[in-house]
């Protein structure tokens, strides 16, 4: 059923995106409603936040309407298509970079591998359940290279890459050992981590070993995040939300 609802969705992104749009959009605020209302509560106005993984800007628009006229929200979105659709969204204030690039451990041109199903599973791997793919070339780059000393303190992260977290973690441990009171919240999808060639345990020991304590957003019972790292790690179907944080001192 949920499958053939996406498949819809997929439909009118491609036929009507202007009907696709306000529809995805009460989509997302349905299907996010805790994990928005939270985010309201650890974002500040003025707070500066990376949106990786754009999309068509759902939740680049939601952090522009949060941090304000003197907060500011990057945006990195590596597939044209997509970007092309959020750089033509209107924001209340003038506070969103976006880049059309894909967020990873180098510099340099990458194959970027599209979905021909969900305009939202592009990814920048071949996974590895899959026969075959089309790609494009995009560019990849490193938070730490791209954000340099000159950017404000980075506040927020969110990060929704498809599997492909632990590499983009690798190419900003600098950035995140800098910003000490950063806090992100990541796609956390044990099977794709997987399929990317890295880990969902891989993923964790890399957060925790800069500091960070982590909790699971999604209804998990009380599993902890290795335990899903476990029990998930061949389960294409089961996806959650991880939060990264540093306890204050």
Not at 70 to 83: C, Q, R, S, W, Y
Not at 106 to 114: D, I, M, P, R, T
Not at 235 to 241: C, G
């Amino acid at each position: 059923m949920l499958n053939n609802v996406f498949k819809l969705g997929e439909s009118l992104f491609r036929k009507n995106f202007t009907l696709y749009k306000p529809l995805y959009e009460l989509y997302k605020s349905i299907s996010d409603r805790e994990e928005r209302e939270f985010m309201k509560e650890i974002i500040r106005p003025g707070d500066c936040v990376l949106d990786i993984g754009a999309n068509i800007g759902s939740y680049t628009k939601f952090f522009s309407k949060i941090v304000g006229e003197h907060g500011l929200v990057i945006a990195f979105e590596p597939d044209a298509t997509n970007f092309s659709k959020l750089t033509k969204l209107k924001f209340k204030y003038n506070n969103v970079q976006a880049h059309n690039l894909a967020v990873g451990n180098k510099n340099e041109k990458v194959k970027f591998y599209l979905s021909s199903e969900y305009n939202v599973d592009h990814r920048a791997y071949m996974p590895k359940d899959e026969k075959e793919r089309s790609f494009i070339e995009v560019k990849m780059i490193t938070l730490d290279s791209f954000l340099t000393s000159s950017i404000r303190e980075i506040n927020f992260i969110k990060m929704d890459i498809q599997g492909f977290e632990y590499f983009a973690l690798r190419g900003m441990h600098n950035l995140l050992m800098s910003n000490k009171n950063i806090k992100m919240i990541l796609e956390f999808w044990p099977f794709s981590l997987k399929s990317s060639g890295s880990s969902a345990r891989e993923l964790l020991a890399s957060l925790e070993a800069m500091g960070f304590k982590l909790k699971l957003l999604s209804h998990v019972g009380s599993q902890s995040p290795s335990e899903v790292a476990l029990e998930y790690e061949n389960d294409k179907s089961k996806y959650f939300n991880l939060y990264a944080f540093r306890e204050q001192r």
